[in-house]
Nanobody
């Protein structure tokens, strides 16, 4: 069975950093593009960042310059390094996988219904 599991969330003060991890198993990691999403309290799920099988990346405008996504083929893991965190970054953060053959171009990576596998999420709280 495919498993997608996030970790690394927590509570941090504004201006601080966190690194989220997303570990996968049961899938051919090299054949999947991976996305990070978040769901702020009372709001819908939104795309944060995306990394293709070949390590090409995309970022939401709010993440550009502050967040960095990367993937480790040896560990079947995707990371999201988050720096200069703001209270508005408070959210549940989710990792998701989509087959690379789907070829998501433009802003398609932000569409949640494109993804086949999802994790349960990890909570990030940024205090002011």
């Amino acid at each position: 069975a495919v498993q997608v599991e996030e970790s690394g969330g927590g509570t941090v003060q504004a201006g601080g950093s966190l690194r989220l991890s997303c570990t996968t198993s049961g899938l051919n990691f090299d054949a999947f593009d991976m996305g990070w999403f978040r769901e702020p309290p009372g709001k819908g799920r939104e795309g944060v960042s995306f990394v293709k099988w070949n390590s090409e990346t995309n970022y939401a405008s709010f993440a550009e310059g502050r967040f960095a996504i990367s993937r480790d083929r040896a560990k079947n893991t995707v990371y999201l390094q988050m720096n200069s965190l703001k209270p508005e970054d408070t959210a549940m953060y989710y990792c998701a996988a989509v087959g690379a053959a789907r070829y998501l171009d433009g802003d398609a990576w932000k569409e949640t219904n494109r993804y086949k596998y999802w994790g349960q999420g990890t909570q990030v709280i940024v205090s002011s």
